[in-house]
């Protein structure tokens, strides 16, 4: 990185650049990056590549709940590779409110997240709307 060289400077307060703030955040940035893939490699090799993997969704997945908005409960499902049906008998709950939360109609109970959470066999945070 460049040398950052303030424009003024107090006990308080530093006065950069705009040049030299927008080369600190992208250097902010490049370490949360290494940060997190030196977590993700970690969390590889302390479960195995496959497990890891398997726990993870394709790009195409994720876009589609994040930028199409879809239901991550249907996503993971689908991930899964298992029918609306199966997942419902899973979790002990009926198809049609397994269909309400998947369209939106209903945002489901703690109670029924949870039991879909644990058939997926994801976290319940995997399964909060926009969360992957």
Known sequence: ???????????????????????LLE?????????????TK???DRIGRNAYRANCLPVGLVERMVIDGESPVRIWREHRSMTA???AAAAGISQAYLSEIETGRK??????????????????????????
Request: zero cysteines.
């Open 1 to 23: 990185m460049n040398a950052i060289n303030p424009i003024a400077e107090t006990a308080d307060t530093v006065t950069l650049s705009r040049t030299d703030y927008e080369t």
């Open 27 to 39: 250097a902010l940035e490049d370490a949360e990056a290494a940060v997190a893939l030196d977590a």
């Open 42 to 44: 970690a969390e590889e």
């Open 85 to 87: 049906k199966a997942l």
């Open 107 to 132: 945002p489901g109970s703690l109670d029924a997240m949870g039991k879909l959470a644990r058939a997926l066999g994801v976290l319940l945070d995997d399964l909060a709307a926009g969360g992957a």
